[in-house]
């Protein structure tokens, strides 16, 4: 047995995300950097079976403690497994989505959240799960967000990326782009502004985070050349942002916004859909983005890329999202801890 950890160190849930993806080898290549380990405690959502195996591969010696995810409770151990052995990875069809994939890997994020509530967990990581897997499996949420939104009976909440230099909230999701227009509100616009800056506050220590916001046309419409909405709907939003007390701008083109963020201008950026804020994350830190749910009780990170089914047993997979992923969460639960130390008190055995 591990020596009993320091009782301030936040716990984490790290669920493996779908079984034949890489979220596996990402955790365990993650958690085998004892500079990682030294953050938290972390109790992973997943099947030791398929745990042990990318360990192997990655000759990484076992680091962790295993129990029946039945058994869940508090433990002194710095790494659990709470293994899900009536899963056998050996019926999954690897490589690919699948209905049981699908099943697999939800049933890894409800067991999560309840330990959340139950006090047995102070935040979440969350490793990648295939959106086809989650349809073919009769999951009528298209992601993580969504699915925690309605968990916690929340309906504000916003999809943030933080990268190095980087960090952008979107006004809209998980949406097709042409349905965009149909739902975009000042409501919208607004959300992310406030939200991203209470984050940029509290979780990034910011004391007076400066926002840049993009249109949503090109060239922010050019004075309405190119469409209304930036008069319409994202200035009002950004009014209202400033009569709140928050230093934000806009909206400008989101082709140079972007770069004037890189380069220290501002804090954070709102994009306004998906691939407009998606893009330039990606492009300058695919391997060390992370993925944020901002307005939700429970602090939640993930990583910023899918299941790769491409290199999965390949040990080719990168760890370096699932990494920073895993010390934000650690950083986010431990400034909570700091400011209410009481509220998400752990009891040991």
Not at 36 to 43: C, N
Not at 137 to 160: N, S, W
Not at 246 to 268: H, R, S
């Amino acid at each position: 047995m591990e020596p009993r950890p320091n009782e301030n160190l936040p716990i984490i849930g790290i669920t493996m995300g779908d079984p034949a993806g890489i979220g596996a080898e990402v955790i365990v290549k993650a958690l085998a950097d004892p500079e990682i380990r030294q953050l938290g405690r972390f109790i992973i959502f997943g099947m030791n079976e398929a745990i042990t195996y990318v360990a192997d591969m990655a000759e990484v010696d076992v680091f962790w403690w295993r129990d029946q995810h039945e058994h869940i409770q508090p433990y002194t151990h710095r790494v659990v497994v709470a293994d899900y052995d009536e899963f056998n990875i050996l019926t999954t069809d690897l490589r690919t989505s699948s209905k049981q994939g699908g099943m697999i890997s939800y049933q890894f994020l409800l067991d999560a959240v309840d330990a959340w509530k139950r006090n047995l967990i102070h935040a979440l990581v969350t490793g990648p799960i295939s959106k086809i897997s989650w349809q073919l499996a009769g999951i009528k949420y298209p992601g993580h967000t969504e699915f925690l939104a309605e968990q916690f009976r929340t309906k504000r909440v916003t999809m943030m990326f933080a990268a190095d230099k980087l960090k952008v909230a979107l006004a809209t999701i998980h949406i097709p782009l042409m349905d965009v227009r149909n739902r975009f509100t000042i409501g919208c616009v607004f959300q992310p502004i406030d939200l991203m800056n209470q984050a940029l506050t509290e979780w990034f220590g910011i004391a007076r985070p400066k926002i840049g916001v993009c249109g949503l046309n090109p060239h922010a419409s050019d004075a309405g050349r190119f469409g209304d909405e930036e008069e319409r709907i994202i200035k009002p939003a950004i009014t209202m942002a400033r009569e709140a007390g928050i230093d934000v701008e806009g909206p400008f083109p989101a082709d140079t916004l972007f770069l004037q963020a890189v380069n220290g201008k501002y804090d954070g950026i709102v994009a306004m859909y998906h691939d407009q804020g998606l893009i330039p994350v990606k492009l300058l830190a695919f391997d060390s983005s992370v993925n944020l749910t901002l307005g939700l009780p429970l602090a939640r990170t993930s990583v910023d890329h899918g299941t790769a089914f491409d290199i999965v047993g390949k040990n080719q997979a990168n760890p370096g999202s699932m990494k920073q992923a895993i010390k934000l969460a650690c950083q986010i639960a431990s400034t909570q801890l700091q400011k209410a130390p009481a509220q998400r008190k752990m009891t040991w055995y």
